[in-house]
């Protein structure tokens, strides 16, 4: 194929066994057989530079990850595995390709409830999900359990053990998984219990997991720890990415040789850059970052990509970007220190929409913590340990416009809310929840969460927050009065009378078709052919007759009366009445009424299945077997 107009100018990019080649310009063939160096994908992941990292995996990488985890998951034909994760997110290919591989059921969660704490497990009741993948921010929020869950896969961030006790059940399995992109989803996976350490667990099958110095100078041989012993993880096995695209210096400082090979799929290994040891028992129990690379919402993030941005903008001296947990959420917090002589007023809105247009929802921060002076080590670098000590202030920068009076129920309780999720900032009903308050689609969920608490403010969702934004939009859905609930009227069945008169006609309808029959044989041997052609008549009479009461007897005993209703697909109701309707069309009934058309009997007969009619009535029989009257 030709390269396209859009990507012709960057060339292509090679994935070999040993590295990735650049081919600047000309066509890109399409591959006649897939092989298991060939390119699968590309993630894009954050860069301390500014500048996105690229990171190609393989054919042969993608397939042995999908088959090994599996091997340890043991995810089956008979399940139904939710799929809410973006594709740019890894973890994605565990829900879909992991599925497709054992030919699970796939269910796709409408977008507007993915981040929905209320909807979502209540969705996933319904729907009978038993597989989960998820990262452990969002299943905290979970406002309910749900039963038919038999295994929780987490992964992307660091998973509590308070999480675990909450979500263990009986014959229900917790696994946390661990891995960079580099490492194609995960490298390695720990079954969770309740009472235990939480842990990344043992390496996947054909990987290994090893624990070297931190400190390990350029061009060095890394030197592997005991247990016990702090140090650097890396990866080896299979599932390595060749490199960094068209980032030769990083592909060489964070992929070496792997001085312990035994074999092909460990002469190299990945230098993950976080901390771990592996304890006396063999489970690797990871610490954190080794550099300022953090994981938030499932989405690894350089905090120098944030913080080059920032000092890029006006009226920013000193920059330095956290990620801190405070009431069980995590949140990036921006602390600077303002250049001298410039208005700060409004200073964090604008370097918020400055970074919106610049960089994903999940890496703008949350908080702006406006500061005289910036704290220091003796070295002269920035004290992060002293900011992550450090209480929040009151977010009152920019903040001498004061809160809006609220003028309703509804707007006093949705101002409580908000101030509860941003303590100090002023609410005003033209702020935008998003780009004004800073929020994000936990705080979203929070929000509504918080609201619905009240019952009378039963009805907000997370997609009303969305699509709505403005604090007064948001309120105006709060105050709006929901529409009732109909009220379903009980269904009464026929009574017994009624069932024993139906029962008799039928009897009856079946005693004189026999007698007819019986009485039709003699006549018919005597060559009568003129009283044979009367009896078939009356018989064809006798027939569409009796096949329309016998469908009318058994609407009436298994149905009733229809009634304005709302049922489920695949309830005793719509298959009853769909049963019914087949009967119908499979037999003579609409002969019958085509005997009726166009005299005063039809309406009777309509009403002998419990249609209405108001007089006239036409009739116009069906023109295919799945068409209905």
Not at 64 to 78: C, K, P
Not at 394 to 412: R, V
Not at 583 to 609: D, I, K, Q, V
Request: aromatic share 8%.
């Amino acid at each position: 194929m030709q390269a396209t107009p859009r990507f012709a100018g960057c060339g292509a990019y090679r994935l070999g066994r040993r590295g990735i080649a650049r081919t600047v310009g000309g066509a890109v063939a399409a591959p006649q057989q897939c092989a298991a160096e060939d390119p699968a994908y590309v993630i894009y992941t954050s860069g301390s530079t500014g500048k996105p990292k690229g990171i190609l995996i393989s054919q042969g990488s993608i397939c042995h990850f999908l088959r090994s985890e599996n091997a340890i998951l043991g995810i089956q034909a008979s399940d139904r595995v939710y799929q809410g994760f973006s594709v740019a997110f890894d973890m994605s290919f565990e829900e879909i390709w992991i599925a497709y591989l054992v030919g699970a059921t796939l269910w796709i969660g409408p977008k507007d409830i993915t981040g929905d704490p209320e909807a979502l497990p209540r969705l996933l009741a319904q729907q009978h999900i038993s597989v989960l993948h998820a990262v452990p921010t969002l299943l905290a929020l979970f406002s309910e359990d749900v039963p038919s869950l038999r295994l929780i896969n987490l992964g992307g961030e660091m998973c509590p053990e308070s999480l675990v006790e909450r979500w263990s059940r009986p014959g229900r399995q917790i696994f946390n998984t661990y891995g960079p992109t580099e490492a194609t989803v995960s490298a390695s996976l720990a079954r969770l219990v309740p009472g235990a350490p939480v842990t990344i667990g043992t390496p996947l099958p054909n990987y290994g997991l090893l624990v070297i110095e931190a400190e390990l100078a350029a061009g060095a041989t890394p030197t592997l720890l005991a247990r016990g012993q702090t140090g650097e993880l890396c990866i080896i096995g299979p599932g390595l990415a060749d490199g960094y695209l068209g980032r030769p210096d990083l592909t060489r400082e964070k992929f070496l040789e792997n001085p312990w090979s035994t074999g092909y799929y460990d002469e190299r290994l990945y230098r993950t850059g976080d901390l771990a040891r592996i304890d006396a028992d063999g489970q690797v129990v990871c610490l954190g970052r080794a550099d300022d690379q953090v994981k938030i919402r499932g989405f690894r993030v350089e905090l120098g990509e944030i913080e080059a941005l920032l000092a890029q903008q006006p009226g920013v001296g000193t920059i330095a970007v956290l990620l801190r947990n405070d009431s069980g959420i995590d949140q990036l917090i921006a602390y600077l220190v303002p250049e001298g002589g410039l208005p700060v007023d409004d200073l964090p809105t604008r370097l918020r929409k400055a970074l919106q247009a610049r960089l994903p929802a999940y890496m703008v921060p949350g908080r702006f913590e406006l500061l005289d002076s910036m704290p220091r080590l003796t070295s002269g670098k920035i004290d992060r340990k002293a900011l992550k000590a450090r209480p929040l202030a009151m977010d009152t920068h920019g903040a001498n416009l004061e809160s809006d009076t609220p003028e309703n129920p509804a707007e006093s309780a949705l101002f409580v809310a908000l101030e509860t999720l941003f303590p100090g900032q002023p609410i005003r009903r033209d702020a935008d929840f998003f780009v004004d308050l800073g929020g994000h689609s936990f705080f979203a969920a929070r929000l509504a969460s918080a609201l619905r608490a009240d019952e009378r403010f039963a009805h907000i969702t997370v997609r009303d927050i969305y699509q709505q934004r403005r604090v007064g939009a948001i309120a105006q859905v709060l105050q709006a009065t929901p529409q009732p609930t109909v009220q379903q009227a009980a269904w009464t069945p026929p009574s017994a009378l009624a069932r024993w008169r139906c029962g008799l006609a039928q009897a009856a309808v079946i005693a004189v078709g026999y007698t007819v029959m019986m009485d039709l044989m003699p006549v018919a041997e005597a060559q009568r052919w003129g009283a044979v052609l009367g009896y078939l008549a009356l018989i064809g009479l006798a027939y569409s007759l009796g096949n329309y009461l016998l469908v009318a007897a058994l609407k009436w005993l298994a149905i009733g009366r229809y009634r304005k209703r709302s049922e489920a697909m695949w309830t005793p109701f719509v298959w009853l009445s769909e049963g019914i309707t087949s009967l119908y069309e499979g037999m003579a009934a609409p002969n019958f009424m085509s005997y009726l058309r166009g005299t005063p009997w039809l309406p009777l007969a309509f009403r002998g299945w419990a249609a209405r009619s108001a007089g006239a009535c036409t009739w116009t029989p069906p023109t295919s077997p799945n068409s209905t009257a």
